[in-house]
C-alpha cells in the first residue's frame, strides 16, 4: 500500500523560505507515470493546489503562486520536495502530499498533511 | 471563495441517503472529470469517486457519484455514524491552469 508522509518545520518566520519534504514508501516515485503533488489548506478554507512534479522531473505550478514556488524529486530517497519562498501569515495552512496519474485526473494517495503556520 | 460550490453542511439520520452537490462552470465541470475526496480529522483524504462516478477498489457502493452539465453530485446511501467526514469536489479548471476544489462539505450523521 502506498503511503506519503509529508515532514518539515511547523513554523516560519514571515519573509522566509518554508520547505517541507514527502516521503514516499510502499512505492518507487522513479520510473513509474505518476505526478506528484503539493495541496495546502488554510483554516477554514477550501483546498488549494499548489503544484506538481512529473517522475522525469517536469514541473508544473499554480500560477497564482508560480513566482514562489519551487518543486523537486530526489528519486534516491524517493522523497520530493516543495521550498515556498517570501511567506506571509497567508500560507498559514495544512500541506499535503498526493499522487495523481492522468494528466487532469483524480488525487489517488494523500498524505495526512502537516500544519505550517507562518508567524514572528 | 472557492471555484467549485458546495453546501457547507449536511445532516441526516443513520440509515437515510444523502445528496452532495459540487457547481462549477465550463471551464472545469463541464469540461473535465470531477471527483470526490472522504476527508476525516487527522487522516489523509481518501479518495471517494474518480471520473464522474467510478469507485476505486475498496469503496463501498453505498458511495455514488455522478455529473450533468456543469454540476456533479456525490450520493451517499445508508448512512452511518463512520460517514461523518468532510468531503470535497475537484477538476481541473482550463481557464485557471489549476485544479479546483469545493470548499468542502461537512456531514453529520445524527
Known amino acids: 500500500q502506498l503511503q506519503l508522509q509529508e515532514s518539515g518545520p511547523g513554523l516560519v518566520k514571515p519573509s522566509e523560505t518554508l520547505s517541507l519534504t514527502c516521503t514516499v514508501s510502499?512505492?518507487?516515485?522513479?520510473?513509474?507515470?505518476?505526478?506528484w503533488d503539493w495541496i495546502r489548506q488554510p483554516p477554514g478554507k477550501g483546498l488549494e493546489w499548489i503544484g506538481s512534479?512529473?517522475?522525469?522531473?517536469?514541473?508544473y505550478y499554480n500560477p497564482s503562486l508560480k513566482s514562489r514556488v519551487t518543486i523537486s524529486v530526489d528519486t534516491s530517497k524517493n522523497q520530493f520536495s516543495l521550498k515556498l519562498s517570501s511567506v506571509t501569515a497567508t500560507d498559514t495552512a495544512v500541506y499535503y502530499c498526493?499522487?495523481?496519474?492522468?494528466?487532469?485526473?483524480?488525487?489517488?494517495?494523500w498524505g495526512q498533511g502537516t500544519l505550517v503556520t507562518v508567524s514572528s | 471563495q472557492s471555484v467549485l460550490t458546495q453546501p457547507p453542511s449536511l445532516s441526516a439520520a443513520p440509515g437515510q441517503k444523502v445528496t452532495i452537490s459540487c457547481s462549477g462552470s465550463?471551464?472545469?465541470?463541464?469540461?473535465?472529470?470531477v471527483s470526490w475526496y472522504q476527508h476525516l480529522p487527522r487522516t489523509a483524504p481518501k479518495l471517494l469517486i474518480y471520473?464522474?462516478?467510478k469507485r476505486p477498489s475498496g469503496i463501498p457502493d453505498r458511495f455514488s457519484g455522478s455529473k450533468s452539465g456543469t454540476s456533479a453530485t456525490l450520493g451517499i446511501t445508508g448512512l452511518q455514524t463512520g460517514d461523518e467526514a468532510d468531503y470535497y469536489c475537484?477538476?481541473?479548471?482550463?481557464?485557471?491552469?489549476?485544479?479546483?476544489f469545493g470548499g468542502g462539505t461537512k456531514l453529520t450523521v445524527l
Open positions: 498526493a499522487r495523481h496519474g492522468d494528466p487532469y485526473g483524480d488525487f489517488d494517495y
Open positions: 510502499g512505492g518507487s516515485i522513479s520510473g513509474t507515470t505518476y505526478y
Open positions: 512534479i512529473y517522475y522525469s522531473g517536469s514541473t
Open positions: 465550463s471551464s472545469n465541470i463541464g469540461n473535465y472529470y
Open positions: 471520473e464522474n462516478n
Open positions: 475537484g477538476t481541473w479548471d482550463t481557464s485557471l491552469t489549476t485544479w479546483v
